[in-house]
């Protein structure tokens, strides 16, 4: 049985410079024969992984909320998450559609001038380095996403993991290198790593060839940083900060305002407002009672422990920044909704601005909240609106609400929005809201930056495999020296 007693000391300490050493040289030593591995023998050692977190969850869940303080239920629901994923890449791999294999045969009258033979498919980058998020101890973290595209890809990982939850990470880790052994997978293939030094000089490390980060705008810029500025550079994929803008238009709010206050304040709200995709901004027409239904919803709701108590610094700074700015009005909550220290709990927090008074103080606004909080804007017009919109930094989604039978007008209006905010978002929702990835072949979950470092990849969904994939195109190659997947009988 996975318990809390199990887990020794290296939870909590940062891993020693000899023990890195060792780590990087099983990774770069594993990486050929992992990469080389059979597709079903790969997909079957992710799905060993699924199978051991799905019977240990009733013990890792427990240790998960002592730690971050997230209730059982979502906790639960993200074990399962986390197992999906690892079966989805393990359905992938095994019938090879991340090798993305392209054959042009010889063609001699191919104008304008004869045309070899070419192949071309994907292959393994090499070890992979990643840092794991604090708001997803499971499904962004010692086995999540990154991690699990990144085996499904062919490489090794070297897991820093996160501090906020440190002994979930070391049980989680344990369980993921169990599997991997009994699938026959070789020592390196999969490794954990600590502290915030051993995560940059791996980091820099030559035998690191890629990185993906889930975390804060300032960390995740930082580490982009020394991986671009390496001798030799490496890919990094940096999911950073989103404020998620949602719009609901005049039909809308006067067709369905609880719906849309209901759903905003749940959306917001959830989690603490820990989730990445929480809508950061709520764009709504002027002179309706929706600020008022609002903030009555949002007094209501229970305080939620936040994550560490640098979360909760930040957050109870980022509440005195949004209520000291000019124009700006409190609608409910404020600084005074954080408490506690080891375990901090806050209130939820709405603000207020109107559009006319937003393009001055965009700067603030639209840096994201990280927790309970989130700006109502109220327009006067759709051009005002378009307005704001238009100054947003790359997020990952944007929502509009609509009515359920719209006026010509109305849809002209949202035609200009959507054109507005399609360069600056991965995802568009309409009369839903954005909290709950699905995790299917189709979602895009990234976005320009600063949401994400590489907007053309998703961390979410089988195509996050792509950001561990480089081409390779093979010319008049004898067939006894092509990779058996793009030889005649085998490729297209």
Known sequence: MVTADTADSAATTDTAADDLERILDRAASAAPTWGATPDHERAHALR?????????????????????GLPHRRLEGEVQRTA???RMFADLVEEGGHQRITVDRADPDFAPAPRPDL??????FGPVLVFAASNFPFAFSVAGGDTASALAAGCPVVLKAHPGHPVTSQLTARLVCSALREAGADEGVFDLISGVEPGVRALKDPRITAAAFTGS????????????????????????????PAVATSGAARERPDDIARGFTGSFTLGAGQFCTKPGLLLIPEGTDLPERLQELVEGVDEQRLLTAKVADAYGQRLTELASTAGVRVLAGGEETVHGSDRPEAGASLFAVHARDFDGRARTLLEESFGPASIVVEYGSAEEA??????????????VHTASSPTEEEDRDVRMLLDTVRPKVGRIVFDEWPTGVAVTAAQQHGGPFPST?????????????????????????PERFLPSAL???QAG
């Open 487 to 489: 030889r005649d009988g």
């Open 48 to 68: 060993l992984v699924a199978d051991a977190l799905s019977s240990a969850r009733d013990e890792l869940v427990p240790v998960a909320h002592e730690e971050t």
């Open 84 to 86: 999906v994923q690892l």
């Open 453 to 477: 470092t590489s907007p053309a990849h998703t961390s979410v969904g089988t195509a996050a495999v792509d950001r561990f994939l480089r081409p390779v195109a093979y010319q008049n190659t």
């Open 119 to 124: 192949r071309r498919m994907l292959v393994p």
């Open 217 to 244: 705008l300032a960390a995740g810029r930082h580490l982009f940083d020394i991986a671009a500025s390496r001798p030799e550079p490496i890919p990094f994929y940096g999911e950073l900060g989103s404020i998620n």
């Open 386 to 399: 378009r307005r704001v919109l238009s100054l947003l930094t790359g997020s990952l989604t944007a929502t």
